[in-house]
């Protein structure tokens, strides 16, 4: 990146104007592991504007050299390609740090100053592209300030008009999540808006809608005619370590369900879209959320599971339990896994079972899709056990290994007709190398470019937590009453099998379609 004098929208790639990134808690881990090494990667790739600034925000003091060398340092350790040294001089001087509190407004009219005087060094406008990368206490007042301060009408209607990225989570409840929007859509529009989910921009989640809608074999029978189950599973081997006292205010459904899991069930069940107008396409998911029934919590078939991680085995290694990890109350209620049935009520898939779990200490860390496909008739290959005939299942797996399995019934070479799954396989790393860009490259070049495809619209938020939030007022009203156990190093609690049973189904992830 350059400081070139009277810069365009032409210089930049896909025509994006120059622009100022401020990164609001930019000392945190965030930044450190995945945002310098994402702006330093699209910087490498050219394709960062001609004219870019990073500019850090934070409450303890710090000068511009000590934030360059602390982003070097973050890169040494957490770049996916190694440090350039043409591209980190060329990016260094651009780099600078702001010191001041978050709900201080005299700190932000001092940062309009800064962005000013970069801009009269440019000799034209340029874009600011804020990210709230901060605890989600002070994204209220971080929100505020940006437009009493006016930065966040900066060059409003134009291509240079201002915006905001904010990370997850996007509140605690329906409520919250309402309150947060209200202080958004009083102080931006909802274009400027990006909502991330870093889910979203890896590539296999990318790569559903292609999936789905370029290849005439899925969509005819990607509905309730063909299709027997959707499993969701997003898993985690590692306890919560350092953040127990952020994940006891939290727990399974609010840091992982509620975002990640929802919105690769949305990408999953959404109609076609229009076209791939990122408005378009958001209309889909928002639909397919809203399709969602409310979840039964009590009676004969509850359809919601929760349970907390008891010491057993990790790796061969013992395993502290929950409420043995540092800042954890030995009163916690608070779930560290979480399985629910869901089910939509349109055309597509009545009467099809979306079954989505999350927890922490689980058997293995993953994250995948599993479309499970209806047995064939039993007329040619029905004689009790003699010939196995399996569903037809569809893997696309996030993490790790990123990639889709298509599992089909074949003859087993022989005299004897025996059947067996066999397996057809595709992996990212296998086919496109291992080199492949980070999920916050793409969410950040997107944001940069104006394309908010990838990114949760406000109403997305509001339609997870409405589904959800009975849920948690539920489990909160219960205390530890339900609340189950399950053994570090498994595969959660035993009444989250059961939760599947009546379908006739089990879970897939694990067992032996991994």
């Known amino acids: 990146m350059s400081n070139q004098t009277h810069a365009t929208s032409t210089d930049a ?13 930019a000392s945190g881990d965030l930044t450190a592991r995945k945002l310098a090494p994402a702006i330093f990667n699209l910087s490498k790739d050219d394709l ?53 509190g978050y709900d201080e407004l005299d700190s932000y009219k001092e940062l309009d100053t800064k962005i000013t005087a970069i801009e009269e060094s440019l000799g034209s406008y340029a874009q600011c592209l804020f990210y709230v990368s901060t605890p989600p206490g002070v994204f209220m007042p971080i929100l505020e300030n940006l437009g009493t301060s006016g930065l966040a009408k900066r060059h409003k209607g134009q291509a240079t008009a201002s915006k905001v990225i904010i990370e997850k989570p996007f509140g605690r409840d329906l409520q919250s999540a309402h309150e947060l929007n209200g202080v ?11 909502r991330i989910d870093h889910y979203l921009g890896k590539e296999t989640v990318q790569s559903l809608l292609v999936q789905r809608f370029a290849n005439s074999i899925f969509e005819p029978v990607w509905n309730r005619n063909y299709v027997s189950s959707v499993q969701i599973t997003v898993s985690e081997n590692l306890g919560v370590g350092s953040r127990g006292g952020y994940y006891d205010r939290s727990g399974a459904l609010r840091d992982m369900i509620q975002n990640h899991v929802m919105q690769l069930l949305a990408l999953t069940a959404m109609e ?24 039964a919590f009590t009676g004969d078939d509850p359809e919601v599971v929760r349970g907390v991680y008891t010491e057993g085995l990790v790796d061969g290694q013992r395993a502290d339990g929950y409420l043995e990890e540092e800042a954890i109350p030995q009163s916690s209620s608070t779930e560290t896994y979480a399985a629910l049935r869901l089910s939509l009520d349109n055309w597509r898939w009545k009467g099809v079972p979306f079954y989505i779990r999350s927890g922490k200490r689980l058997a293995m860390k993953a994250s995948e899709i599993v479309v499970q496909f209806s047995r064939p008739p039993a007329i040619l290959f029905g004689e009790g056990q003699r010939f196995k005939v399996e569903p037809n299942l569809l893997v696309i797996r996030i993490q790790p290994n990123e990639g889709i399995t298509l599992y089909l019934n074949s003859k087993v070479p022989g005299l004897e007709t025996k059947l067996q799954p066999i397996k057809l ?19 950040i070049l997107d ?23 009975p849920v948690l007022e539920f489990w909160e ?29 089990e879970w897939l992830t694990g067992k032996e379609y991994q």
């Open 13 to 25: 790639p896909r025509g994006t104007p120059p622009t100022i990134i401020v990164i609001f808690g």
């Open 48 to 100: 960062l504007p001609e004219s870019c600034y990073l500019i850090g925000y934070g409450r303890s003091s710090m000068s511009d050299e000590a934030f360059r060398d602390y982003l070097r340092e973050s890169l040494a350790s957490h770049s996916r390609r190694p440090i350039e040294e043409a591209t980190w001089d060329a990016l260094a001087p651009n780099i600078s740090f702001h010191a001041g």
């Open 184 to 194: 958004i859509n009083r102080r931006f529009e909802e274009s400027q808006v990006f």
């Open 272 to 295: 076609p879209p229009s076209s791939l107008d990122p408005e378009a396409i958001r209309d889909e998911k928002v639909k397919a959320l809203q399709a969602l029934k409310p979840v």
């Open 425 to 443: 396989a595709f992996g990212y790393e296998t086919t496109f190398g291992s080199n492949t860009p980070e999920a916050y490259e793409r969410l």
């Open 447 to 469: 944001a940069l470019n104006g394309d908010g495809t990838l990114f949760i619209r406000g109403d997305e938020a509001e339609t997870s937590w409405s589904l959800l939030s």
């Open 477 to 505: 009203a219960q205390g530890k009453n339900g609340l189950e156990s399950y053994s570090a190093g498994t595969w959660g609690p035993l009444a989250a099998d059961k939760l599947l049973l009546k379908g006739g189904h």
